[in-house]
């Protein structure tokens, strides 16, 4: 038992976090400039954090990531970063030639008050951002957020280089918040078959879930463009999915370049999907396509086939605030009972949704979703109330072997299986999926522990 010394008997921490439900803020930032064609994204402190940020994305989406680092020494942590941050810039568009750098802070470079708006601005008054490339910019302290706030304000940064010509494009910009590539490209495939023109941002597809084709390319094909990136101050609006991954930056587009925003959740499970769906479909004017109506028979039908399995099963989930609102949404739509409910993303607006989405089950379901959230207060609360299943990412494994209860794999990071780039979780297919996964855990599950007398071959 790997966590056997976490009791049963729960008490009050303040200043204590195990097993913490999150990352740090740098973390989604990467992840996120990574969604810009032939972006370097640039760490503004010490190489250890960019080498953990590096090695984090890569062992999730089994890909090399590249990133420069202004590689804080001593004087630098006492002189504050600039002259570092300015030889670093020289040094990536000589060297690497990127169409942008995407520079976030550290806790080291934030402690010390490095000021990226001013030492950009003196990068371009010296020369040293070559004519037609960029440099976009982040504040990530880690000491506050989350790998989610990270990522929110890289894509706020994206929509700081936004243009208003005053001339409509035409197009609708969609902020996918942090899903996975395949997602990215589902949503691509979800808008093109209902015939909305997009600007997607950020888009990872094709850079982070490419094929191997034997040529190393440090800038594959893939990314949002920074000509889109301008453009989208000329969209007819903006949908950002999640409140917490993508609104700043579409409020941001909302207020300075006068591109109406709206919210919504991301397109997980049936409800949320559909939502999705009639949001675009309304703004491109027509009705539902025929091959989308027949992917969202195909979720219902699954649904209604398989629904004596999923029926009041208990489940423990952990992860990002955007992705479990539509995942709680998900399983009680199914009939299926969250039960514990933990994100290491602050956020007040979280429970009460969390509790909202919940209100028809006959008990109250415990969420917690602040700073100190983790994984050791979820164990004990398994321990009190056990669950049939659990939803989550690879560090529930710990949990699953000590209490033996099936695991899905889902979220940020999985660090010890294969699929989650290429195959998507969101749209009526996503859907689709995860059912697929839920349902092998739970009747993997069943066949293992039903007596002999009712081990059936047809399920
Ligand atoms: S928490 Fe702060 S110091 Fe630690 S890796 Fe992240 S940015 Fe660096």
Redesign the pocket.
Known sequence: MLLRHTPQEITERHALTINPAKT???IGAMYAALGVHGCLPHSH?SQG?CA?HRSALTRHYKEPISAGTSSFTEGASVFGGQANLLQAIDNMFTVYEPEVVAVHT???SETIGDDLPQIIDKATKDGKIPKGKHVIYANTP?YVGSHVTGFSNMVKGMAMKAETTGVKNGKVNVIPGWVEPADMEEIKRLSGLIGVDIILFPDTSGILNGPLSGEYKMFPEGGTTMAELQSAGDSIGTLALGEWCSADGARYLDTNNKVPCRVLDMPIGLMATDRFVDAMRIIAGVSVPEELSHERGQLVDIISDMHQYFFHKKVALAGDPDQLISMVEFLVSIDMCPTHVVSGTPGKAFAKRIRELTAGLPYEVNVKCDQTADMFLLHQWIKNEPVDLLIGNSYLKYIARDEDIPLVRWGFPILDRQGHQYFPTVGYKGGIRLLEKILNALLDRKDRDDPEQSFELVM
Do not use: R
Request: aromatic content about 10%.
């Open positions: 740090c803020q740098p402190g954090c953990y550290t806790c080291l880690s």
